[in-house]
């Protein structure tokens, strides 16, 4: 940790003469749709000089297949988790130190040494949350059990009004948690058995779309909807009726990262980006937006108070044992479920 102090003052320094300069040039920021507040990349831009272009993605499946195949020209990419730890193996980002940034102290435990980068080596914490299911509670009868039954095995009056997020990993792990299998099961059967219920929920889902979760919810284009905990939230600030379910039989914990590509055009840019981002008054307005949790010391004094309050992100104590965090499946793992998800949407 001293060596860590040590770090982050000298890279403080650079930092700060950095900005105090006006950085120049340029920032490409591949980012998940809906995923980051408009007024903070103008600020950014207007405090560092540096002009940002956006550029988004619907899954961590798009992302890396785009720069597998070469397509480069991005600075900072946003994975979660289990993508992260693929990314460092095949070799598509760059070391950034973390911790030696000057907001680098500020990451707050359990973050500070997650399992898919247990030093920050290569990547930074972004925004954390869970991934359930969201319901419009006027338009059932009565309350829906807290369990991916209501998902799977749907009530007559949710059959054709769900919409599952068009992600693979998570509508995967959703079966399996439903099934009582491991989600990076290697049994043949098993995977089976998660295609199988998958099948047979299909006619039920209105579609697989991970983009507009909330106003899909808001106009009533569907009833219930596979989604982020923080998009629930967004959803419930203009549709009160909304309620968000932890399902008993477990729920997937993610963190989504920032990350710069080992090609970064702009990798320098990048590095002030980063950093910008770790301070508190900044990862607040990103929660504030997305309506999840940051990683970041000193931003619950910037948080609104409708975030501290909504169930949906700041989850019941008692639901805590149904948290599943997002791993990193064997190769085998990866292979079956990829081949059910393409059985799945063929």
């Known amino acids: 940790m001293k060596r860590h102090l040590i770090a982050a003052a000298s890279a403080a320094a650079l930092l700060a003469g950095a900005t105090a300069a006006k950085a120049e040039g340029e ?38 297949a785009k720069l597998q195949a070469g397509a480069g020209g991005y600075d900072v ?49 972004y925004m954390w949350g869970t991934t359930g299911v969201t319901y419009n509670s006027e338009r059932v009868e009565g309350e829906l059990e807290e369990s991916w039954k209501e998902v799977f095995e749907p009530r007559p ?105 080992t090609d970064a055009p702009n990798a320098e840019n990048a590095r002030i980006f980063v950093n910008w981002m770790l301070a508190p008054e900044n990862a607040a307005v990103a929660s504030n937006f997305t309506g999840y949790m940051n990683a970041i010391e000193g931003s619950s004094d910037y948080l609104d108070d409708a975030l501290k309050a909504n169930p949906a992100v700041n989850m019941p104590a008692e639901f805590a044992e149904r948290l599943r965090p997002s791993i990193d499946c064997s190769v085998q793992a990866r292979e079956l479920r990829n081949r059910v998800w393409t059985r799945l949407k063929s």
């Open 27 to 64: 920032l490409f920021l591949y980012n998940w749709s809906n995923y980051f507040p408009p007024e903070l990349l103008t600020k950014f831009e207007e405090e560092t000089g540096i002009a940002v272009t956006l550029d988004v993605y619907d899954s961590n499946e798009t992302m890396l």
């Open 77 to 125: 990419i946003v994975p979660s988790g289990y993508m992260v730890a693929i990314l460092i193996e095949e070799g598509l980002a760059q070391r950034i130190d973390t911790f030696e940034m000057a907001n680098g102290s500020k990451i707050v435990a359990p973050h500070d040494a997650p399992f898919f980068d247990p030093e920050r080596l290569y990547s930074a914490p």
């Open 157 to 261: 009056e949710l059959q054709g009004q769900i919409a599952m997020l068009n992600d693979e990993v998570e509508v995967y792990n959703a079966a399996a948690y439903y099934l009582g299998f491991d989600k990076c099961t290697e049994a043949p059967e098993e995977a089976q058995a998660i295609l199988d219920l998958l099948e047979a929920q299909k006619p039920h889902v209105k579609m697989y779309q991970s983009d507009g979760t909330i106003d899909r919810m808001i106009s009533g284009e569907v009833i219930m909807h596979h989604q982020w905990n923080g998009a629930s939230h967004r959803t419930s600030a203009e549709l009160p009726s909304a309620v968000y379910i932890y399902p008993e039989e477990g729920i997937t914990f993610w963190t989504d990262n920032f990350m710069i590509p």
